[in-house]
């Protein structure tokens, strides 16, 4: 097993839990990042505040990671243009299936929705096939 | 306090997403590298975060509403856009080992592969939003 790190990456996903619990018994929302953020597009969409103050808070947190140990952001060393059209792959993606990670992975599936389980599973397969197929 | 709720989740997510790993695209693609040199360390992420979330969501149970002012969930287990669109979502993520969440956060660091990244994955998510309002709409 390489660069094992269970206890650091749960403490992580334990946060992640508590934000996702926090916007969804708080305000009554679904902590996805992608469905936050494409729900800017529409105009005249509502609750565009809640999402850009969400989107603040994710700004201010990621800062403070800057600030503090900033070797946890990296990027593995792809071409510019496959960076390129997997972001436009990511995003359109995402919204057409109607949630990316948090959504689905972590959101739905705390719920227990089927609709997630499978988006989750097909997602995480697609992704390690084109590793599979592109190596590490 | 109430107003705070929205800005203290983004911030505690940004936190969380930093320290568990998903941020570091290399670790991402370690994870999804099952046949080789397997790195679990994301499977925890996922795991710590429904620990906490699944039982405070059955704990307190509050109506929850998605982005197009719907309940959730939706009862159906799946249909096309999904499955097709779960599957483009994963094609990209493996190629780049940067999901939505992690990618926004990153984009502090300045770096080239995130912005561009980025700035894909921004106009992914309008294509989307284009093509949605004019299938709504209709011909």
């Known amino acids: ?136 | 306090m109430r107003r705070w709720v929205p800005f203290l989740s983004g911030l505690l997510f940004a936190i969380g997403l930093g320290l568990s790993g998903m941020t570091d695209a290399r670790k991402v693609i370690g994870f999804l590298d099952f046949t080789r040199q397997w790195d679990a360390s994301l499977a925890f992420v996922m795991a710590g975060a429904i620990a906490v979330h699944l039982p405070l969501l059955r704990r307190f149970s509050v109506p929850i509403t998605d982005d197009d002012g719907c309940a959730v969930p939706t009862p159906h287990w799946f249909d096309r856009r999904t499955v097709i669109g779960s599957a483009i979502f994963g094609v990209g993520w493996g190629l780049a080992g940067y999901c939505p969440g992690p990618a926004l956060v990153s984009v502090v660091s300045l770096e080239l592969p995130v912005l561009v990244f980025t700035v894909g994955m921004l106009a992914g998510a309008g294509l989307f939003a284009a093509w949605d309002s004019r299938l709504r709409s209709g011909p």
């Not at chain 1, 009554?28 to 509502?46: C, D, F, Q, W």
Request: glycine residues 20%.
């Open chain 1, 1 to 136: 097993m390489h660069n094992f790190t269970p206890l650091r990456s749960l403490s992580g996903g334990v946060l992640i839990g508590l934000a996702a619990s926090l916007l969804a018994l708080g305000a009554g929302r679904v902590a996805g990042i992608s469905g936050i953020v494409g729900g800017l597009y529409t105009p005249g969409h509502e609750g565009r505040g809640w999402r850009l103050q969400f989107l603040a808070g994710l700004l201010v947190g990621a800062l403070v990671w800057l600030a503090l140990q900033p070797a946890v952001f990296a990027s593995a060393g792809r071409a510019l243009p496959v960076l390129a059209v997997a972001g436009l792959l990511v995003g359109f993606g995402a919204r057409l299936g109607g949630g990316c990670t948090s959504g689905h992975g972590v959101c739905g599936l705390s719920r227990l929705t089927g609709r997630s389980l499978v988006a989750t599973l097909v997602f995480m397969g697609t992704a390690a096939i084109v590793v599979l197929v592109t190596g590490s």
